[in-house]
């Protein structure tokens, strides 16, 4: 099995804040890695897939990077909205497995 | 606009059998693979399986033994069943749809469904 392994685990930040949270692969996935947006009572919603391409409609302060065993998610600048959990899933392996999850509070 | 419609799961006692299924419209079962995920309260999202319209699949290891999806082209639906039944099973259960870029492992889940929550109790 593939573990995928956030961090942080949660953190604190103001709106404007550039927010950078970071996926670790434990063992090399190419670029198949997705990132999800969670708010409380939804279902996840898609941001990014293949590591950095950006799903139609998401805004532009989302972006992500990486490849191997090291991503990253970057909000460029936070927004209210933004306040969520963030998942990311790998799915190099067909058994497609999520990171634990980075809640993302108000300061 | 393809939407994915789930029913709700109810109370289970252990030991039963939890069956759940997801109706998609504007769209086919065709061309896709079509996942399930699962949530227990206040933690984190669990790959439970997916299978495509030829009826290829794939599962978590961990629930393989325990786990059936199954597809239904003609009513444009799929399927989870999981047995046995216990209090670790209690969760949010979603179903999605998984875009296929090419490849084995080039895949997204572009559409879910709303989740309906599984409580397993005595």
């Known amino acids: 099995d593939i573990q995928m392994t956030q961090s942080p685990s949660s953190l604190s930040a103001s709106v404007g804040d550039r927010v950078t949270i970071t996926c670790r692969a434990s063992?090399?996935?190419?670029?198949?890695l997705n990132w999800y947006q969670q708010k409380p009572g939804k279902a996840p919603n898609l941001l990014i897939y293949?590591?950095?391409v950006s799903r139609s409609g998401v805004p532009s302060r989302f972006s992500g990077g990486g490849s191997g065993t090291d991503f990253t998610l970057t909000i460029s600048s936070l927004q209210p909205e933004d306040f969520a959990t963030y998942y990311c899933?790998?799915?190099?392996?067909?058994?497609?497995?999520f990171g634990q999850g980075t809640k993302v509070e108000i300061k | 606009q393809v939407q994915l419609q789930q029913w709700d799961a109810g109370l289970l006692s252990p030991s039963e059998t939890l069956s759940l299924t997801c109706a998609v419209s504007?769209?086919?079962?065709?061309?896709?693979?079509w996942s399930w995920i699962r949530q227990p309260p206040g933690r984190g999202l669990e790959w439970i399986g997916e299978?495509?319209?030829?009826?290829?699949?794939n599962y978590n290891p961990s629930l393989k033994s325990r786990v059936t999806i199954s597809a239904d082209t003609s009513k444009n639906q799929f399927s989870l069943k999981l047995r046995s039944v216990t209090g670790a099973d209690t969760a949010v259960y979603y179903c999605?749809?998984?875009?296929?870029?090419?490849?084995?492992?080039?895949?997204?889940?572009?559409?879910w469904g709303q989740g309906t929550l599984a409580t397993v109790s005595s």
């Open positions: 504007g769209g086919s079962l065709i061309g896709y693979y």
């Open positions: 293949a590591s950095s």
């Open positions: 899933q790998q799915t190099y392996s067909s058994f497609r497995t």
């Open positions: 063992q090399s996935i190419s670029t198949f």
């Open positions: 299978i495509n319209h030829s009826g290829n699949t």
């Open positions: 999605a749809r998984a875009q296929n870029l090419g490849g084995r492992s080039n895949f997204y889940s572009d559409y």
